[in-house]
């Protein structure tokens, strides 16, 4: 078992203290918070073991789970890699690219692994269908979700819009060429609601739509590729794949039969994969320790979490461009 401590007890740290503590591979040793009055907390609450400092823990583990606010992400990682300690970060990486890049160095430099916390890849809608997604070439997503104050010290992009910017660099093998992008400000200094296209060189194009101040929650996306729609509920944890093939010969009395201007039928299928009911959070600190101990590369490397990231900042970039106009 891997020897595991916390960074951070705040909402989603104390459900990876919990869930590190179930697990059988990894030995929870503690954890460490700013915030006394925080700290203390959880240990009544829970009994784990509370640590006087970030030095202190670190050195009594192998694995260092970040789960602090963005702005200190770059600091904690480079206390853990530079002590040669493996670091599960939660997303976004880091406050800027640079830092993103620069935690990617050092990793390579001291030789440890590094895991960064886009849950949505272990979401079982998608698990159960993304070995279907072959070449999309649209891609629709709408993440939103009711106010909540907690995460809105940054831009609704960081918050939410990054989520489905991982999931599509992950499923297209092709450079972004071109991001075009708005968003407003409703309650928060950040914005509140945003729209992106993203345009492949491969001549794939993405449009998201994130925002944090809606009536209901939505987390949808929907891959259109060649002869296929397949449509990925992350909220409900249901997936659907429509399938056009050619119509046979003798089809079915109840098959949908679509017969176009020059005659030729075609025939549409539909597939309701089998979804699995797992943990996605952890799944992903699972999975990470199976990269440590079989030194494998991560789902969710440090360097897919940095190209999410700097596809979120050209996003934001095109704000500051749209106000300048």
Not at 24 to 48: H, Q
Not at 201 to 230: H, P
């Amino acid at each position: 078992m891997l020897k595991v401590g916390v960074l951070g007890a705040g909402h989603l740290g104390k459900i990876h203290l919990k869930l590190l503590n179930q697990s059988e591979k990894y030995e929870l040793i503690g954890f460490y918070d700013p915030s006394k009055k925080n700290a203390e907390k959880v240990v009544n609450e829970f009994g784990y073991k509370l640590f006087d400092s970030i030095d202190d823990l670190i050195e009594a583990v192998d694995v260092v789970d970040i789960v602090t606010p963005t702005l200190s992400h770059f600091d904690c990682a480079k206390n853990a890699i530079e002590k040669g300690r493996h670091i599960f970060i939660e997303k976004p990486i880091a406050k800027t690219v640079l830092e993103a890049e620069a935690i990617r160095t050092l990793a390579s430099q001291y030789h440890v692994k590094g895991q960064v916390g886009h849950v949505e890849r272990f979401n079982p809608a998608f698990t159960a269908v993304k070995d279907k997604i072959n070449n999309p070439m649209f891609i629709e997503t709408h993440r939103l979700a009711e106010f909540n104050p907690r995460g809105t010290d940054v831009p609704v992009v960081l918050d939410l819009m990054i989520h489905d910017i991982d999931i599509i660099l992950s499923c297209v093998k092709s450079k972004v060429k071109n991001v075009h992008a708005s968003g407003i400000s409703v309650i928060s200094d950040t914005p509140d609601i945003a729209n992106a296209r993203i345009e492949f060189e491969n001549g794939c194009v993405a449009n998201l739509t994130a925002s944090r101040i809606s009536m209901k929650n939505m987390r949808k996306t929907r891959f259109f590729q060649r002869d296929a729609y397949i449509s990925v509920n992350f909220l409900s944890k249901e997936s659907e794949i429509v399938r056009i093939q050619d119509a046979p010969k003798n089809p079915d009395e109840f098959a949908m039969i679509l017969k176009n201007d020059e005659g030729i039928e075609k025939q549409i299928y539909f597939e309701n994969p089998e979804v699995s009911n797992n943990n996605a959070i952890l799944d992903e600190l699972e999975t990470f320790a199976d990269a440590i101990l079989n030194d494998t590369e991560p789902v969710v490397t440090l360097k897919n979490g940095a190209e999410a990231l700097r596809i979120a900042q050209w996003v934001i970039n095109c704000f500051k461009t749209e106000a300048d106009l």
